[in-house]
């Protein structure tokens, strides 16, 4: 293994992840990301692997930690496919639960050892302002909301190995996620708009700028919390 220090982020090559490694790695700092399609304008270490597959995210995982010193990781994968309570089905909920949750439990595993090694570490995980409840994604919210337990519970676990467990929770983002599940003139995309305070989406790079500073030296006496970056949504009377 190297001696050189990667933040691993899931989920890395468009949207929030990539605004991050795009910061990071103008900075000059290393990163590994992992998508599931390769991308040739991707700065540094690029892993292929489907997160939401048990046995593929666990081989990359672990070649991943073979071969890297991952002392940051951000758990940014994700997976909404909006469905009502009736229409939920098995195999929709285990692929939101497994690409949230699983992802990010079996991406945590894997890195803790060399971080309670190094005794310094930063573990940040991905939410969204989902967490306080979502009209018709009922299943997004509970696993972001799920997201919200395991940072506060690894947070108490880890607090005297100095990692801190964080999570940034964002509220509507344009990305291709969020043009997939809102697409333009959808009545769900004209009443999250309205429903912001601030009057309009967030950019990627302004999700990047909260992780980022919840990654640095900076941030190093805060742990266990939850950060909402979300032009004031999660304050707002109006969930959608
Ligand atoms: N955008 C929003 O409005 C919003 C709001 C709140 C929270 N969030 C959360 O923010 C995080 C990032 O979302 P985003 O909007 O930035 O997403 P995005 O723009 O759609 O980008 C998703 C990234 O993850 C990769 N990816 C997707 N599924 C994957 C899988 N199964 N295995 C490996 N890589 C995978 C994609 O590459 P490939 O397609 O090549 O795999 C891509 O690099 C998610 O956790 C999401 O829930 C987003």
Known sequence: MSNIEFTLITG??????RA?????????????????SHDDSFPDVLITADLSDPIARRDALASIVREYGVTR??????FN???????????MYQKVMDTNLAAMVDA???VCPHMRQRKQGRIVNIASR?????????????????????????????????????????????TDMFERNNPPGSESRQLLTQSIPMGRMGKPEEVADLIDYVLSDGASFI???????????SISQQHF
């Open 81 to 91: 496919q909006m469905q009502a309570l009736e229409n939920i089905t098995p195999a």
């Open 20 to 36: 991050l490694v795009d910061r990071l790695h103008q900075r000059g700092e290393r990163v590994i990301g992992v998508s599931r």
């Open 130 to 174: 989902s967490l306080l409840g979502r009209k018709g994604g009922s299943v997004y919210a509970a696993a972001k909301a799920a997201m919200v337990g395991f940072t506060r519970s690894w947070a108490l676990e880890l607090a005297r190995d100095g990692i801190t467990v964080n999570c940034v929770a964002p509220g509507p983002v344009s």
């Open 223 to 233: 742990t266990g919390q939850t950060l909402f970056v979300c032009g004031g949504s």
């Open 12 to 17: 890395a090559t468009k949207g929030i992840g």
């Open 73 to 78: 990781l951000v758990n940014n994968v994700g």
């Open 108 to 110: 945590t595993q894997a």
